[in-house]
C-alpha cells in the first residue's frame, strides 16, 4: 500500500530549529509537498521537491531524497506564529490528480 | 481577493437530513477536490474534478456526491448524512493538473451529524 509517516507532535523553542521529518512508500513518485496548517485553518502551500536536493525560502527550507524516500522540513529562527501542524504530501506517478497525506506534526513553539 | 469559499462554515445535522456543502473559487482553476480531514488521519479525498462535467472518485467517496456544472463551482452533496460522516472538510482547487501546482484550500466546514 502506499504510506507517508511524520511524527505526531514536536516541541521546540522560540528562536531556535527544528527539523519535521517525512518518510514515503508510494507507487512511484512524481513530487512532495509540504503545508502549513494552523488549528482551525486551511492548508496553505509551503514547498515543493521533485529532484534531490535542498530547497530554501527564506526560514523554510526543503530536502528531499528520492531514493530513501525521505524528506525534512526544517524550519529556522522559530517564532511563537509557527506553532502549526506541517503536513506532507506526495504525489504518486501514476497520477496527477491525487496526492497521498502524512498525518500531518503538530509543532509546540515554547517561548 | 484570489480565494476558495465554502458554505457553510459550521453545519449540525441529523441523520438522513440531505444537505449540500457549497464550493466556490474565483481564480479560474480547472482542478479541484473535496477532502476530508479527522483526527489521526491525513486529509483523504473524495472526489475531485478536471474540469467542468469532469469528475472522480478519490479515496472515500462512500455517501457523497459532487456536481461540477460551472467551472468556478463543486458543491459537495450528502444526500443521507451519518454521524461516520462527521468530520472537517476541505475543498481545494488548483489552476492545472501538473504536477507542481499547488492547491488552495477554503476554509473548512466543520460538519457534525448527530
Known amino acids: 500500500g502506499q504510506n507517508i509517516d511524520q511524527p505526531t507532535e514536536m516541541t521546540a523553542t522560540e528562536g531556535a530549529i527544528v527539523q519535521i521529518n517525512c518518510t514515503y512508500q508510494?507507487?512511484?513518485?512524481?513530487?512532495l509537498f509540504w503545508y502549513q496548517q494552523h488549528a482551525g485553518e486551511a492548508p496553505t502551500f509551503l514547498s515543493y521537491?521533485?529532484l534531490d536536493g535542498l530547497e530554501e525560502k527564506g526560514r523554510f527550507s526543503s530536502f528531499l531524497s528520492r531514493s530513501k524516500g525521505y524528506s525534512y522540513l526544517l524550519l529556522k529562527e522559530l517564532q511563537m506564529k509557527d506553532s502549526a501542524s506541517y503536513l506532507c504530501?506526495?504525489?504518486?506517478?501514476?497520477?496527477?490528480?491525487?496526492?497521498?497525506w502524512g498525518a500531518g506534526t503538530k509543532l509546540i513553539i515554547k517561548p | 481577493e484570489a480565494q476558495v469559499t465554502q458554505n457553510p462554515r459550521y453545519l449540525i445535522t441529523v441523520t438522513g437530513k440531505k444537505l449540500t456543502v457549497t464550493c466556490s473559487q474565483n481564480?479560474?482553476?480547472?482542478?479541484m477536490s473535496w477532502y476530508r480531514q479527522d483526527p489521526g488521519l491525513g486529509l483523504r479525498q473524495i472526489y475531485y474534478?478536471?474540469?467542468?462535467?469532469?469528475?472522480d472518485k478519490g479515496d472515500v467517496p462512500e455517501g457523497y456526491k459532487v456536481s461540477r456544472k460551472e467551472k468556478r463551482n463543486f458543491p459537495l452533496i450528502l444526500e443521507s448524512p451519518s454521524p461516520n460522516q462527521t468530520s472537517l472538510y476541505f475543498c481545494?482547487?488548483?489552476?492545472?493538473?501538473?504536477?507542481?501546482?499547488?492547491?488552495?484550500f477554503g476554509p473548512g466546514t466543520r460538519l457534525t451529524v448527530l
Open positions: 481545494a482547487s488548483s489552476f492545472s493538473l501538473a504536477g507542481y501546482e499547488e492547491q488552495f
Open positions: 504530501a506526495v504525489r504518486p506517478r501514476d497520477s496527477n490528480y491525487q496526492l497521498i
Open positions: 508510494t507507487s512511484g513518485f512524481n513530487g
Open positions: 474534478s478536471m474540469n467542468v462535467e469532469v469528475t
Open positions: 521537491n521533485v
Open positions: 481564480m479560474n482553476h480547472e482542478y
